[in-house]
């Protein structure tokens, strides 16, 4: 028998203080959601679903700060996880008639609240094992969305360079005549030269995100603080020399955030691969090729420090950081972002 239940609050979610968890040691269930990262995400509403006091799924619903949308209404699924397909099932009905409740018209999923956190799944996994940073989750979890009606609505990729160059200029031509233009008028292009700076760059970089991301798709934008905390957790693991900035007249203009793959550490084998993780750029005609120009200039810089092969990672279809991927890279693997029309009234 499932039982629904709507967490209030972050103690709701600590075993001790909620007796509905009181049978959990004695069952093979899945794992609460860590009670910090609901405060972190702050949702609007957080649903556990129980079969016979095992936990057989939880997701949780946003509604109030959603990305806008000219067709309808969205309310957003994220934290989703579940144990079958009988319970996605229910778990995805309940998940919508939520949202209709609240007068959403289409459901969008997964999502943790915005496109800076987790959102996606992995839909087409290839041959190339899984690299640092990488979202991940069963392969099933793609059916269970179709099987409660859910489309696809954005899809994106990660795309292999395998045999990085001295001088990638020599592979686009069209690259030296960008970079004689920008240095002309200006623009210097830097690695982060100081690791003990990293929160005072971080904060001028937040600033360009939100001008430069400001027309993604699904964009909305994200504190400060947040932010930062975001690229703090991974601050340990960043080789300065790969993250790039461009500055115009000591304005920020441009950034590149790349990171070796540590995973293949946990594999057993050398670290051969970086990973380009975001690539910013100011809007703006002087900046055209700026993008371009940093991409080959830190896969100049990862050759020259021994790595061999460049990730570019989860990339949307319609970006032009897709375009820019394929003159180097080839598609290694795919990911769908999924809605749903919901009605307005709950769903019968």
Not at 27 to 42: E, N, T, Y
Not at 153 to 174: E, G, I, K, W
């Amino acid at each position: 028998m499932y039982r629904l239940i709507a967490i209030q609050t972050t103690s709701d979610l600590i075993p001790g203080l909620n007796p509905n968890w009181e049978h959990m040691a004695q069952c093979d269930g899945l794992p609460l959601l860590d009670p910090q990262l609901l405060k972190r995400h702050a949702p609007d509403a957080h649903w556990v679903l129980l079969q016979d006091q095992c936990i057989a799924g939880h997701c949780s619903l946003w509604w109030r700060e959603v990305p806008p949308d000219p067709r309808a209404a969205l309310g957003l699924i994220g934290h989703y996880n579940v144990r079958d397909g009988e319970a996605a099932q229910i778990l995805l009905d309940h998940a919508c008639e939520q949202l209709a409740q609240q007068g959403c018209a289409i459901a969008i999923a997964p999502m943790d609240g915005n496109t800076w956190r987790p959102y996606r799944l992995l839909s087409q996994r290839g041959s190339e094992p899984s690299f640092f940073l990488e979202p991940d989750n069963p392969d099933q979890w793609c059916g269970q969305f179709r099987a409660a009606g859910f489309t696809p609505l954005a899809n994106y990729s990660s795309a292999l360079n395998p045999h990085l160059v001295a001088d990638p200029m020599q592979l686009d031509p069209r690259l030296s005549a960008v970079s004689d233009r920008l240095y002309h008028a200006g623009i210097r292009v830097r690695s982060l030269l100081n690791p003990q700076l990293f929160e005072s760059e971080l904060k001028r970089i937040h600033q360009l995100a939100l001008i430069s991301f400001r027309c993604n798709f699904l964009y909305t934008p994200i504190s400060q603080a947040e932010f930062i905390a975001q690229y703090s957790q991974i601050q340990p693991y960043v080789a300065p020399e790969l993250v790039l900035l461009a500055e115009h007249h000591g304005q920020l203009v441009g950034f590149l955030f790349a990171i070796p793959d540590l995973l293949q550490v946990k594999r057993g084998e050398p670290i051969n691969t970086i990973i380009i993780k975001t690539v910013a750029v100011l809007p703006g005609r002087i900046y055209a090729g700026l993008g371009n120009l940093l991409v080959a200039q830190v896969q100049a810089i990862a050759h020259q420090r021994g790595y061999t092969r460049a990730i570019h990672a989860l990339m949307h279809s319609a970006n032009h950081s897709t375009n820019l991927s394929q003159r180097y890279a080839q598609t290694i693997r795919g990911y769908t972002l999924y809605e749903k029309r919901i009605k307005e009234k709950t769903l019968s």
